[in-house]
């Protein structure tokens, strides 16, 4: 398995607003973004096959590449961005009275947005404007909407101190003079949306900065915890022989996903009959480009036909799945609470979705005096997403205050506070920790919003500021080590989760070494 989840203890800030809101500055865009895309990384090219049937499925929506303002009631062109400069025939400081046909309104800028929503790149569309006094109409042709966030991630990344010092340890001070144009480049190459949001996040990713990727919009619900409509299935690209392949490598508790016919393995095949590598559904999770970790987006009681498969060369199942709400921290934690019985044994199994909720500990610590009271063990889930440092500290103390072994389940998609989380437990003599080698991506994180309404995830707090919290360990780059190591390989597991059966097994046999201590000779 090549992957890695979510996981940030994230501070926000304020960014740029949608289009349509009342703003000082923003490019003049789209602010539906749905797809992934990566033109450096090898989409099938057996099975499946391309389709057209789903409404998401065709390049649709663009911009004008240029920065508005807005003064008194009107809109003016700030900037036209540069790489549409000797083409676009707009100029700084042009009033704009309408695109198409739509007037263009400062406190009413929504219909402006959405006749660029469904507008395809390369459309030529009259703009009248006001330029020295004189009402005019020029043509301009829209571009795709991609490009216009590209020099505030640029500029972004620019500023950053960690990013900046971690590139002059690593001998390449320079980097980002090219970053800009390479991504230009790699948009205007792409053959989809998806490939150019890859693409994008290709060069980021080669900075080698955990915690530092493009965020589609679709995906920022489900990383804050304000998701309106999700199918809870979290999956990863793998390559199966000579084959690119998406599998389930994770299911939300308690969503309809998780309730479903699919398993933890399955190939996701097609989406609404659209092979899923060409889907617009298919979207990046917020994670850095190398873990290929997507989400399938669906609007609230919206119903989504899956095609996939269990085996590698079993035969094609069809379900149908509803979106539903998701959940946050605590709302994981109450559905993935339960009792497994192993023999006479009562374990206790629970799974920390994330670590973003304050109530977290408290609501932990709850289940261990009641739901948990009698099990004779407990299993505590750590894969997936960080959190925050405080709900770290309090995890910690409630942790070391159970009498009973207590198991953690680890993977190389433990990122961030679970990793911190994994290495104080770890210290406990009645804590082992099974499973993989964590990420190794801790560095707080914050986003702020670009200009299309996507956002940029970067760091807030490098790993030497984080030593405080992790008795000077640096975890950054070289993650958590297990007590007892065991690799899990995902694809086609068939729902055999076998970090959890292994962590069951160790717990049958501390229980019994803690009974036959207390047996009197």
Not at 194 to 218: K, L, M, W
Request: glycine content about 10%; aromatic content about 6%.
């Amino acid at each position: 398995m090549n992957g890695n989840r979510n996981g940030t203890f994230c501070q926000r800030r304020p960014g740029y607003l949608l289009l349509g809101t009342l703003v000082a500055a923003l490019w003049l865009g789209s602010g539906v973004h749905r797809i992934h895309g990566q033109s450096s990384i090898e989409l099938p090219t057996t099975e499946p096959a391309p389709s057209t049937g789903d409404e998401y499925d065709n390049w649709r929506s663009s911009s004008l590449g240029i920065r508005v303002d807005h003064r008194e009631a009107k809109v003016f062109v700030e900037t036209v961005h540069d790489f549409v400069a000797g083409t676009n025939p707009l100029q700084a400081g042009d009033e704009l009275i309408s695109i198409a046909g739509v007037p263009v309104k400062s406190l009413a800028m929504d219909k402006v947005s959405e006749l660029l929503e469904q507008t395809p790149p390369a459309t030529i569309l009259t703009v009248q404007i006001k330029r020295d006094d004189l009402l005019m109409e020029l043509p301009v042709k829209t571009v795709r909407h991609q490009l216009v966030d590209v020099a505030d991630i640029v500029s972004r990344l620019r500023r950053n101190d960690i990013i900046n010092a971690h590139l002059k340890d690593t001998g390449r001070p320079e980097f980002l003079d090219a970053a800009s144009q390479r991504m230009i480049t790699a948009v205007l190459a792409s053959r989809s949306p998806r490939e150019a949001y890859e693409g994008i996040n290709q060069v980021i990713d080669e900075i080698g900065v955990s915690h530092t990727a493009f965020v589609p919009r679709r995906s920022l619900g489900a990383l804050r915890g304000s998701d309106s409509g999700t199918l809870g299935l979290t999956l990863q690209r793998h390559t199966i022989g000579d084959r690119v392949g998406y599998f389930v490598i994770d299911m939300m508790p308690g969503t309809t996903g998780a309730k479903s016919e699919i398993k933890l393995g399955d190939e996701i095949l097609f989406l609404n009959g659209v092979a899923i590598n060409y889907s617009r559904r298919l979207v990046l999770a917020g994670k850095e480009q190398r873990h290929g970790v997507f989400f399938i987006r669906a609007d609230m009681d919206e119903t989504v036909r899956i095609e996939y498969r269990r085996r590698q060369n079993g035969g094609m199942q069809t379900t149908r799945i509803m979106a539903g709400a998701g959940g946050d921290a605590n709302d994981v934690l109450r559905h993935s609470a339960r009792i497994l019985r192993s023999g006479e044994n009562r374990i206790g199994y629970v799974r920390f979705w994330n670590l973003m909720s304050i109530k977290t500990p408290a609501n932990f610590h709850n289940l261990t005096k009641s739901k948990f009271q009698n099990c004779h063990a407990l299993l505590i889930d750590l894969r997936g997403r960080g959190g925050l440092i405080p709900v770290v500290l309090g995890l910690d103390r409630a942790i070391q205050k159970v009498n009973v072994p207590v198991i953690a389940i680890t993977d190389n998609l433990t990122r961030s506070a679970k990793e911190m989380l994994a290495l104080r437990i770890k210290q406990h003599k009645h804590v082992t920790v099974i499973g993989e080698t964590t990420a190794g991506a801790v560095t707080g994180a914050t986003y702020i919003t670009l200009p299309s309404g996507n956002a940029l995830m970067f760091p807030a707090a490098s790993g030497e500021m984080l030593k405080r919290f992790t008795g000077g360990v640096i975890l950054e780059g070289h993650g958590v080590e297990p007590d007892i190591s065991l690799d899990f390989q995902i694809p086609y597991c068939s729902g055999n989760d076998r970090l959890l059966e292994a962590a069951i097994e160790v717990a049958n046999e501390q229980i019994q070494e803690l009974l036959d201590s207390l047996i009197l000779p």
